[in-house]
C-alpha cells in the first residue's frame, strides 16, 4: 500500500491505518487507500474482520477543507461510507482524538465504533457553514435520536466519547492506552454479527415541543446565520418518515447549497485565516522560544484581573502588583469570584479554583517582578504612567524578561525607547473582558526581537487567545478601524440619523450592537476629557451631564434597572443643539448610506493599514474584528466582506461622499482584485 494508508494483519482482523498528519483529513489519498485496503481485507478469506484507525494525534478530524471547490476525486466521502458500510465483515472504528465532521461520518458508516475516554467525537460543519455532507444528519438520528442529533450538527460542540457511549454513538470504551489491541478484540468478538446497517433503522420519534423549543433557541442564537437550519431540517427530514435515501439526497442538496453559498466561504476563510494570524511572515517557525514560567502583572483593575485569569486558568503561576493594600486585595477578590462563579456554572471543579487562586502571588512589592519572565503592565493608559514604568522595570526584571504593555493605543516603540532593552519590549492588546475575549493584538516593535515576538505568540495559543500581530501605530488594527466608524456615526447624527437608526443597521448586518450601544456598554467617558465646561461635541456633551453608558442608566439611551435601552428624548435635544449650532439641516439618511459612511471607511482604513504594513496581511485583519468586536463570522470579516461587496463597489461608494480612497483599495478595485 502506497500513500497515507497501511494494513497490518493481526490473525484473522485486518488493520487499516491512515497517517496523514496532521489531523488525518480524509483528503482523497486518504480514501483512495481507505478503499484499497477495504477490498484488501473482503478478498481475503481468512481475514474476518476489520479495524480502522490513525496514527498521530487523531482520528480522521474531518474531510480535507483545503479540497473544497476543487473536483472531487473518487471515491468520495459518502460513495466511501457506502463501500465500509455494505462490506459483509464488520469494521470496526477505533477513536482517538477528535473524530469531527466527516471523521465522525466515517465512523458511523462502520458497523461499530470503540473510543479511548479521552476522544471527542463531533459534526462541526455548522462552523464552517455547512453539515455533515456525508450521511451524518441521517445516521445520527438513526443511531443516536434527534436531540443529540440536533445539538451536535446545528450547534456544532463535540461531545464526550463517555456521552457518545451514553447515546449510543459508540459501542464501547476502550483503556486510554490500548485501543488498539482493545479494537482488534473486539472486532474478532463481532467477526461472527452483522448489525443492522443504521442506514436501515427507523428514527425514534422526538418530542415535537423539545424539537420546537431547540429550533427557537438556535434561530436566537444564530442569527442571521443560515446552516443552523439546513442541518435542523436535515436531522427533521430523518424523523419525517422519509426512506434514507430521500434523506441523503436532502441532505446532499441543501450540503450543495451550503457549500455554494457566501456565508461558508467566509466560515472556511475564517477558519484558515484564524490560524494564519498565528505565522509570522519572516520569522521561522521552529525558533527557539523563551522559556515563560512565570508572569508578572502591573495593575490589579478591570484588565489585570483578567489578563491574570487568563496565564492562572493556563496553570502558569502569576504575580500581581498593585501601589495599595486595598486595590490588590479587590482585584484578587475579582479574580477569586469569577472563578466561583464559573465553578457555580459547573465550568471548573471547586479544586481547580483553588489550584488556579494558589498559583495567584499577590504583592504591593515592585521587586517581586524580578522572578517573572514576561511582565504585563496593565495600568492607566497615559505615557507617562507608561513610561515611568518601564522604567523602573528595566532596572529590576531579570535579564531576558519580556516587558509588555497592555495599551490599546499608545505608540511601543516610545515606550521601549525609555528601557535598555528595547529588543524585549512589545504590546499585548487584550480585549475586555480580558479573559473573555479571544482576540489579543500582539504589536511588534521597530526593535522587538524576533524571538520574543513569536514566544508572545505561541503563549497566545496556550492561553487560548487567537493572536495578531500589529504594528505600531495609532489604534493597531482593531481600535484603528474603529475610529473612522465612530467619527462617521456621529456626524450622521448630526444630520439627522438617531443613535436607534445607525445601532439597527448595524445590528441587522450581522453586529451583536451597533455604535453607539457599545459606547454605552464600554463607557460613554472612555476617553473623556473629565472637564464637564469643555463641551466640542455630542459626547462631551452627554458625558458632562454624567450620561455615561449603562453605568449610569443614561447614555445614547436611557437605561431601567435591567438595563433595557430606550431611545431618549434629552439625547435627542442634545444633538438638535449641535446641529443648529452647526447650522446644518436634519434631512433622511438611507441605511445604505449608514452603511457606506461607518462600513466602507473602515474597510478604507483597512486598506490603509495594509499600506503601511500594520497588519502581516488582510485576513488578518478579517480575524481582528470577528473575535475583537463581533463582526459576523458568516460575512468573513471588514476586508473579506469587501471583496465580496465588490471592490469597486466600495471605491464608488466611498468616492460618492467625498472620502479620500487609499490607493491600495483603489488599485485593486481598477485591477479586479481581492484583498483576500
Ligand atoms: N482539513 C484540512 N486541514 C485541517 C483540517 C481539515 N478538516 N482541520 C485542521 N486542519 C489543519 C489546520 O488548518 C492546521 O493547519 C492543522 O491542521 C492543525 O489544526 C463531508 C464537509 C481538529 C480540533 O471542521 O477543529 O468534514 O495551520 O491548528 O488546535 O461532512 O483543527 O498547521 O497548516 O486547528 O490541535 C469538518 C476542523 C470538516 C474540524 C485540531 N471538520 N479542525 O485543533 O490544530 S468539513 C472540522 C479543527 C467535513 C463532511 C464535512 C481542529 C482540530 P496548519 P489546528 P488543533
Not at 463501500?83 to 465522525?104: F, M, N, W
Not at 463517555?162 to 454513538?169: I, P
Request: proline fraction near 5%.
Amino acid at each position: 500500500m502506497t500513500g497515507p494508508i497501511t494494513t497490518e494483519r493481526h490473525e484473522d482482523i485486518l488493520v487499516i491505518i491512515s497517517n496523514n498528519p496532521p489531523v488525518n483529513a480524509l483528503g482523497a489519498a486518504v480514501r483512495q487507500g481507505l478503499d484499497a485496503g477495504l477490498k484488501e481485507g473482503l478478498a481475503d478469506a481468512s481475514i474476518k474482520a476489520m479495524v480502522i484507525r490513525c496514527d498521530g494525534r487523531t482520528f480522521f478530524a474531518g474531510a480535507d477543507i483545503t479540497e473544497f471547490g476543487q473536483a472531487m476525486q473518487e471515491p468520495g466521502l459518502p460513495t466511501l461510507i457506502e463501500i465500509i458500510e455494505a462490506s459483509d465483515k464488520p469494521v470496526v472504528a477505533a477513536i482517538h482524538g477528535t473524530a469531527l465532521g466527516g471523521g465522525c461520518e466515517t465512523a458511523l458508516g462502520c458497523h461499530y465504533r470503540i473510543a479511548v475516554p479521552s476522544a471527542k467525537i463531533g459534526t462541526p460543519e455548522v462552523k464552517l457553514g455547512l453539515l455533515p455532507g456525508a450521511g451524518g444528519t441521517q445516521r445520527i438520528p438513526r443511531l443516536a435520536g434527534v436531540p443529540i442529533a440536533l445539538e451536535l450538527t446545528a450547534k456544532g460542540d463535540p461531545i464526550s466519547a463517555k456521552k457518545a457511549l451514553e447515546v449510543g454513538l459508540i459501542d464501547r470504551l476502550a483503556g486510554e492506552d490500548s485501543l488498539v489491541a482493545d479494537a482488534i478484540a473486539f472486532a474478532r468478538e463481532v467477526a461472527a454479527v452483522r448489525p443492522l446497517p443504521i442506514a436501515s433503522r427507523k428514527t425514534a420519534t422526538p418530542d415535537p415541543d423539545a424539537v420546537a423549543a431547540f429550533k427557537k433557541d438556535n434561530a436566537k442564537r444564530f442569527r442571521g446565520f443560515d446552516a443552523p437550519a439546513a442541518n435542523i431540517a436535515c436531522v427533521e427530514k430523518a424523523a419525517d418518515g422519509s426512506t434514507f435515501e430521500e434523506g441523503i439526497a436532502f441532505e446532499r442538496q441543501e450540503f450543495m447549497k451550503l457549500m455554494m453559498g457566501v456565508q461558508s466561504a467566509a466560515q472556511r476563510h475564517i477558519f484558515f485565516a484564524e490560524r494564519q494570524a498565528a505565522k509570522i511572515d519572516g520569522v521561522a517557525s521552529d525558533i527557539a522560544l523563551r522559556d515563560i514560567k512565570r508572569v508578572g502583572v502591573i495593575g490589579a483593575g478591570t484588565m489585570g484581573g483578567g489578563i491574570s485569569m487568563n496565564f492562572l486558568s493556563a496553570g502558569v503561576p502569576v504575580t500581581i502588583v498593585e501601589m495599595q493594600q486595598e486595590a490588590l486585595d479587590r482585584g484578587t477578590g475579582v479574580i477569586r469570584k469569577n472563578y466561583e462563579a464559573s465553578a457555580a456554572k459547573g465550568r471548573l471543579k471547586p479544586e481547580q479554583v483553588e489550584q488556579a487562586m494558589g498559583a495567584l502571588k499577590p504583592t504591593l512589592d515592585f521587586a517581586d517582578l524580578a522572578e517573572c519572565d514576561l511582565i504585563i503592565e496593565a495600568v492607566y493608559e497615559t505615557m507617562e504612567v507608561k513610561k515611568e514604568i518601564f522604567t523602573k522595570l528595566d532596572a529590576i526584571a531579570k535579564p531576558g524578561a519580556i516587558l509588555a504593555s497592555n495599551t490599546s493605543y499608545l505608540n511601543i516603540d516610545e515606550i521601549a525607547a525609555v528601557t535598555a532593552r528595547p529588543q524585549d519590549v512589545l504590546g499585548m492588546h487584550f480585549f475586555s473582558p480580558a479573559n473573555v475575549m479571544k482576540l489579543l493584538e500582539v504589536v511588534r516593535g521597530a526593535k522587538t526581537a524576533d524571538d520574543v515576538l513569536a514566544t508572545v505568540m505561541a503563549l497566545a495559543k496556550k492561553i487560548k487567545k487567537v493572536a495578531v500581530v500589529a504594528g505600531v501605530c495609532h489604534g493597531f488594527i482593531g481600535n484603528r478601524m474603529l475610529m473612522p466608524r465612530q467619527v462617521e456615526a456621529n456626524k450622521l447624527l448630526m444630520e439627522g440619523a438617531t443613535p436607534e437608526q445607525i445601532d439597527r443597521v448595524h445590528v441587522a448586518f450581522g453586529m451583536p450592537m451597533g455604535p453607539f450601544q457599545m459606547s454605552d456598554l464600554a463607557g460613554v467617558d472612555i476617553g473623556w476629557h473629565r472637564d464637564p465646561t469643555r463641551i466640542e461635541n455630542i459626547r462631551d456633551a452627554l458625558a458632562a451631564e454624567g450620561r455615561w453608558g449603562q453605568k449610569t442608566g443614561k447614555g445614547f439611551y436611557d437605561y431601567d434597572e435591567k438595563r433595557n435601552p430606550t431611545p431618549s428624548a434629552r439625547v435627542a435635544e442634545i444633538i438638535e443643539e449641535f446641529r443648529s449650532k452647526s447650522n446644518l439641516q436634519k434631512r433622511e439618511i438611507s441605511d445604505e448610506e449608514i452603511i457606506e459612511k461607518t462600513l466602507y471607511t473602515m474597510v478604507n482604513e483597512g486598506a490603509l493599514i495594509l499600506e503601511e504594513k500594520m497588519a502581516q496581511r488582510a485576513s488578518d485583519i478579517d480575524v481582528v474584528w470577528i473575535y475583537g468586536y463581533g463582526w459576523p463570522v458568516y460575512r468573513g470579516g471588514p476586508m473579506f466582506w469587501a471583496d465580496t461587496e465588490g471592490l469597486k463597489k466600495i471605491v464608488a461608494g466611498l468616492e460618492k461622499h467625498g472620502f479620500k480612497v487609499a490607493e491600495l483599495l483603489k488599485s485593486k478595485a481598477e485591477s479586479g482584485g481581492r484583498f483576500n
